[in-house]
């Protein structure tokens, strides 16, 4: 008779059990929160804790990526050990994410540029503001992050793309950038900055080919749109 292994748990035994004798699918977002939590004594379980966790960010997985360890101990039931293997996990989710992003060399279109950046700046929840460099057969030279803003804007200091462009001897440029809200229509700030850069580079000869937008699983075009 085969015997049945039981853990040795005394807390969110359906959530372990489920690991054990289930697919891991099966579990719920505040079940496997739970399991890393480990222990909760104050809010009653660790998958209550988990719960609570989720609540307090919208339900949102997404948002506890770029949570830090002391933001997660403000949660009801979690302390500072737990903290650290939440944020770890949620860090090491992030690098699998970016491990899985295509291996794109040459830009045919403006998907190619979407598909390049969307799983670096799709889901932040800050502005990024990127610069993709390519030679004259549109093979790409590098791709640079340029700055790093709140939840509304970033400043993009122009000089910096158009010296990078030059140092790498770019032929040609695709910038982008991301909206959290997820509303992807351009606002002045974008247009003339968007005018700017074109100037600069139609002064180096370097071809502005796209500005691209990306924010929910979306993207706005500048060159489809007819507005570059």
């Known amino acids: 008779m085969v015997k049945k292994i039981t853990p040795d748990w005394s807390e969110d035994t359906v959530a372990q059990e489920k ?26 379980s660790a998958t209550n804790a988990g719960a ?40 090491l989710a992030s690098r699998i ?15 190619d540029a ?14 990024e503001f990127w610069a993709i460099y390519l030679n004259g057969a549109n093979r790409v030279v590098d791709k640079v992050r340029i700055s790093h803003g709140g939840t509304n804007s970033s400043v993009v200091d122009i000089k910096i793309i158009l010296q990078r462009a030059i140092e790498r001897l770019a032929s040609g440029l695709i910038i982008a950038h991301n909206h959290p809200s997820g509303d992807l229509t351009p606002s002045e700030n974008d247009l003339a ?14 071809r502005l080919l796209d500005h691209i937008i990306i924010g929910n699983g979306q993207s706005f075009s500048f060159l489809e749109q007819n507005v570059l």
Do not use: W
């Open 19 to 44: 690991l054990l004798y289930s697919q891991i699918s099966a579990l719920t977002d505040a079940e496997l929160l739970g399991l890393l939590i480990g222990k909760s004594t104050i809010a009653g």
């Open 52 to 91: 609570e966790l989720l609540e307090n960010h919208n339900n949102n997985l997404n948002e506890l990526r770029y949570l830090d360890v002391n933001t997660i101990c403000k949660s009801k039931g979690i302390g500072m050990k737990s903290a650290m293997t939440l944020a770890a996990a949620f860090e």
């Open 97 to 111: 994410k970016q491990t899985e992003r295509p291996m794109i060399d040459t830009i045919r279109n403006n998907m």
């Open 114 to 127: 979407v598909r390049l950046l969307e799983p670096i700046i799709g889901d932040l929840p800050h502005e």
């Open 193 to 206: 900055v968007t005018k700017k850069i074109k100037d600069g580079c139609s002064l180096l000869d370097i």
